[in-house]
């Protein structure tokens, strides 16, 4: 009997040790939000999923981003990007029947027919309230019909580089031939966050549409509020994403829970797409779990910054003789727009890669003679640091960070007298008995020291005297 207990416990023994590696294997593959660097496919719900970076376009992440999905209401990204670029925002437009014709239970913003709705408030209220009944009449309004709109969708995605897209419509509602792919959308989504007015509708999450000629007005709540605005509610609240900045929700049984995302900090912006996932809040927790891995895999320092750490420092003519740096002058800097971004951004694998733009970006011009008298906080130049995407220049007035007095009554240093000679345009120098002393003096050192020299060489080889040839006499017999 003892016997037989005592093989069950080792039976016991030896399935425990056996089942320890899978328990640590499942620990393992668990997300850990304090360590987001270490992210996998598996950590994430959705079934598709890409992460770029908004600047270069570069893919940080991806998992199936190739598998071509249906897009549902992120479709409207692009409609509503087209509808921007192509319509006087201040144009009022009326609703026709074709416009409201959408199926009951799609999401609309009510419209009317008959009803007159300004152009730009169309526009954020089909992008916050996900409006089928807008998106078609921004269809209408631009192209004439919804045909015609989806036509131009496919060509602006392709020529965006989107080669894997096909619109069949302006809102996404399923189709069969109405497909795109996790890449694309990020494509997409990309150039429209380069369109100011679209990046201020899609940070919005609430909107009120006017009182017009139909009725008294409807205010809206956009599905991603809970990611984009603080929630009071407990639950809601860890969804909310403090870097967030849009973009746009969607959802049909076909396409499943679909979410394109945007986030900023530090100069690192990021755009995150997920496809397929089975509710809102994963789509929320997945995108939350992209923008932090992006924001790990990246670094951001300022022009201003890099600048601080290796100050400019100049030499200054002129300085009085009990100057402490003899001259040496560091520059101090000051942003002349406060607003302007000179965020270089860089992978943190590659830390020194800001260093190389920093150093090709940067130049320098000076706005005064280098010579005392220099008075502490007077700017003596202009930095400017060009970005690469092509934004506006950057400047930055360059300080003297102290005082530097000028010497008194002592001949002027060689570096002075080019200086002189440079901006004075009479190229013979008005007389003045410094720089005579300072010219002839090392002409006359110089025919001294050549005259003892040839003293010297003289008195070494003084010829001598050739002695004549004596000849003794002999005598023959």
């Not at 994403?241 to 100069?267: L, M, R």
């Not at 942003?335 to 590659?350: C, H, R, T």
């Not at 906080?377 to 003297?400: H, R």
Request: proline share 4%; hydrophobic share 40%; glycine share 6%.
């Amino acid at each position: 009997m003892n016997q037989k207990r005592g093989m069950r416990v080792l039976t016991l023994m030896l399935c425990a040790i056996l089942l320890l590696p899978a328990i640590s294997v499942r620990a393992s593959d668990e997300y850990s939000s304090t360590n987001p660097g270490d992210l996998s496919s598996d950590h994430l719900r959705a079934e598709s999923a890409v992460l770029i970076e908004a600047n270069t376009g570069n893919v940080v992440f991806e998992k199936n981003a190739d598998v071509v999905r249906y897009p549902a209401s992120t479709t409207k990204i692009l409609t509503l990007l087209l509808g921007i670029t192509m319509v006087d925002p201040d144009m009022i437009v009326v609703a026709t029947p074709s416009s409201v014709s959408i199926p009951e239970d799609a999401s609309s913003i009510s419209l009317e027919i008959g009803q007159e709705v300004k152009w730009s408030d169309l526009l954020k209220a089909t992008m916050v309230a996900s409006g089928n009944d807008g998106a078609n009449l921004i269809a209408e309004t631009v192209s004439g019909s919804q045909e015609a709109f989806a036509a131009l969708m496919n060509e602006a995605a392709y020529n965006f580089g989107a080669t894997s897209t096909h619109f069949s419509n302006a809102h996404g509602l399923y189709d069969d031939y109405h497909v795109t792919t996790a890449r694309d959308m990020a494509i997409i989504a990309r150039e429209a966050m380069k369109n100011d007015v679209f990046r201020e509708i899609a940070a919005l999450s609430r909107f009120t549409l006017p009182r017009n000629n139909m009725n008294g007005g409807r205010s809206f709540t956009a599905r991603d509020s809970i990611f984009k605005v603080l929630s009071e509610d407990a639950d809601e609240a860890a969804y909310f994403y403090e870097h967030a900045t849009g973009i746009k929700t969607g959802y049909v049984s076909q396409a499943g829970y679909c979410y394109v995302g945007s986030a900023y900090k530090d100069g690192i912006e990021l755009i995150s797409v997920v496809f397929q996932s089975s509710s809102y809040r994963r789509a929320f927790t997945d995108t939350i779990r992209l923008m932090d891995y992006g924001f790990s895999q990246y670094v951001s320092i300022s022009v201003e910054q890099i600048y601080r750490e290796n100050p400019k420092v100049i030499d200054i003519s002129g300085f009085a003789l009990d100057d402490p740096d003899l001259g040496r002058l560091a520059l101090d800097i000051r942003k002349m727009e406060f607003a302007a971004d000179d965020n270089l951004v860089s992978m943190a694998s590659q830390p020194d890669a800001h260093m190389k733009v920093y150093n090709t970006r940067t130049q320098f011009q000076f706005t005064r003679i280098l010579e005392a008298p220099v008075n502490a906080g007077e700017t003596v130049g202009i930095m400017t640091y060009t970005p690469e995407d092509g934004s506006p220049p950057v400047t930055y007035e360059l300080i003297a960070g102290r005082t530097i007095e000028r010497r008194e009554a002592l001949a002027p240093t060689l570096a002075e007298i080019r200086q002189y000679a440079d901006t004075d345009p009479n190229p013979f120098p008005p007389f003045s008995v410094e720089f005579l002393i300072i010219i002839l003096l090392p002409v006359i050192a110089v025919a001294v020291l050549a005259a003892i020299f040839y003293r010297l060489l003289t008195m070494k080889r003084k010829p001598k005297l050739k002695q004549k040839n004596k000849y003794k006499t002999r005598f023959y017999r």
